[in-house]
Nanobody, 126 residues
Framework: QVQLVESGGGLVQAGGSLRLSCAAS????????MGWFRQAPGKEREFVAS????????YYGDSVKGRFTISRDNAKNTVYLQMNSLKPEDTAIYYC???????????????????WGQGTQVTVSS
């Protein structure tokens, strides 16, 4: 059972930056593809970004391309989401998720991930 703990959320003004972290308990973290998703009130959970086990493949949702960057440090069992040029519409609870990586690469659908963190709130004020 992989346990995931997100941190780094908070309140930021539009145009600002935040870096989210997700620490995993699993000692074989480097075998897992990781994803970030977000959910705003009254909306469905949305794909943000995903990364393969070695960082070689990354994918982004259309709404965050060019502004967000996903990365990972397997020595620290941690995946990051650097968020720049934040907009009020980025306000949401952000979740990280994990799945054993396969040849198909990191999933972009929430249904591809069996393990989830508890989420961290990001609020962007205008």
């Amino acid at each position: 059972q992989v346990q995931l703990v997100e941190s780094g959320g908070g309140l930021v003004q539009a145009g600002g930056s935040l870096r989210l972290s997700c620490a995993a308990s699993e000692r074989t973290f480097s075998s897992y593809a990781m994803g970030w998703f977000r959910q705003a009130p009254g909306k469905e959970r949305e794909f943000v970004a995903s990364i393969s086990w070695n960082g070689g493949n990354t994918y982004y949702g259309d709404s965050v391309k060019g502004r967000f960057t996903i990365s990972r440090d397997n020595a620290k069992n941690t995946v990051y989401l650097q968020m720049n040029s934040l907009k009020p519409e980025d306000t949401a609870i952000y979740y990280c998720a994990a799945v054993l990586d396969t040849d198909y690469g990191p999933p972009t659908s929430q249904y591809g991930y069996p393990y989830w963190g508890q989420g961290t709130q990001v609020t962007v004020s205008s």
